[in-house]
Every structure is written in C-alpha cells, then in structure tokens.
C-alpha cells in the first residue's frame, strides 16, 4: 500500500543551522509529494510540491527533490530561523487525489 | 479567488453527544472535498473524501459520518461522541488531479 515515514521529532536546531528533515514513500505508480507546514496555532499549507523524478521544489528557502530511486522526498534548509519553528507533514498524493500524510515533525528554533 | 470555511474553530462537548462539524468552500465548482482528523501525537489521517453531491467514501470505520447535501458543502457529524474523537478536523478541497488546499481546522475536545 501507500505510506510516508518521517524522521520523528522533535527536532531542536540553533538559529542559521541547516536543516534535514528526512522523508521516504512507498506508493503504486508515481505520485506526486508535498511538504505541508504547520505553524503554530494556524492551519496547514502547502510548502512545496513535486510532480515527477528528478523535479525539485522550492519555497522560502525550503528544498526538496524527488528522488525515485531511493524514493526519497527530504527537505532542506541552509539557514533557519526563529520563524521556522512549526510542524512539517510530508506527504504524496495518490490516484483519485487522496493525500497520505507522514506522521509530522516539530522543529524548534532557537534564537 | 477560492476560500474554505470550518466551524465552529473551537468546540467542548461530553461524551455520547452528537457532532456537527460544518465546511464550505467558496469561488469553485464541483470540487472534491476531504475530512482529515490530527490527533495529538499523530499525524493526518484521512476520514472522508466526496467527488460530488451525495457521494462519500469512507476510509476508516468509526462512528463518524458525512454527508455533502450541497456541491460546496461538506458535513461531518457523530450521533454519540467518544473520547477518543477528540483531535483537530480539517476539511480540504481539489480540483481534480490539482493540489488540496485546507481549511483553518476545528478543535474538538470531548470530555
């Protein structure tokens, strides 16, 4: 079946420290991946995306590629901030639309 | 441009009452429409999804339904609530093969 597995947290990182935050799939043909983030006391939104192998997303400093062969989907930031702190969902995107979410990791950072 | 409601934001209610829990979209048609629940310590787990009026799938069995009695209307209701369908509710929205966009969520407390 489908599934998303996230590194668990959480994860405590010093202000302008570069973050992983690892992410793999196993899914049925090629799905698309997202990276949702949840701030603190606001509803989820859409980070970044990727379609296709190969295709990297990109928001606010946030990276990741799609990585088919070691079905991968980390996601990346060279310098964090304070602002960063929130929970971040990976997740993929079946047929019919159907979303399937990690379990979700906390960052913290500190100033 | 597109919008998504949910109320009420906030809810306390005891054991073994019903649950109303309402979602409208607003600037699209025919969307497909989704209920996801967060409970604490875990991640997204998707309840219901609709492709259109009348029409509801259910992924988990649980004492929760929903219904959709109008195309930009989603519905989650219980007859007899537990303690264990304390969590946050989200509701989102597609466009066919396009990304979901989520609402602002329902906290639900059931004491």
């Known amino acids: 079946g489908n599934s998303v597995t996230q590194m668990e947290g959480p994860v405590t990182l010093s202000e302008e420290a570069f973050l992983t935050i690892n992410c793999t799939y196993t899914?049925?043909?090629?799905?698309?991946l997202f990276w949702y983030v949840q701030y603190p006391g606001e509803g989820l939104q859409l980070l970044l995306k990727a379609t296709k192998a190969d295709d990297k997303g990109s928001n606010k400093g946030f990276e990741a590629t799609y990585r088919k062969e070691t079905t991968s989907f980390h996601l990346e930031k060279g310098s964090v901030q304070v602002s960063d702190s929130a929970v971040y969902f990976c997740a993929l995107e079946t047929s019919y639309d159907k979303v399937i979410f990690g379990p979700g990791t906390s960052l913290s950072v500190i100033p | 441009s597109q919008t998504i409601h949910q109320w009420p934001a906030t809810l306390v209610q005891p054991v073994g009452s019903p649950l109303s829990l309402e979602c409208t979209v607003e600037g699209t048609s025919n969307p497909n429409l989704y209920w996801y629940r967060q409970a604490a310590g875990r991640g997204l787990q998707l309840l219901f999804y609709?492709?259109?009026?009348?029409?509801i799938s259910s992924e988990v069995p649980q004492n929760l339904s929903a219904s959709r009695p109008q195309d930009r209307q989603f519905i989650l209701s219980s007859k007899k609530l537990l303690l264990s369908d304390s969590g946050f509710y989200l509701c989102?929205?597609?466009?066919?093969?396009?990304?979901?966009?989520f609402g602002p969520g329902t906290r639900l407390l059931v004491l």
């Open positions: 609709s492709v259109g009026i009348g029409q």
């Open positions: 989102a929205w597609s466009v066919t093969e396009e990304t979901q966009y």
């Open positions: 899914a049925t043909g090629y799905p698309s």
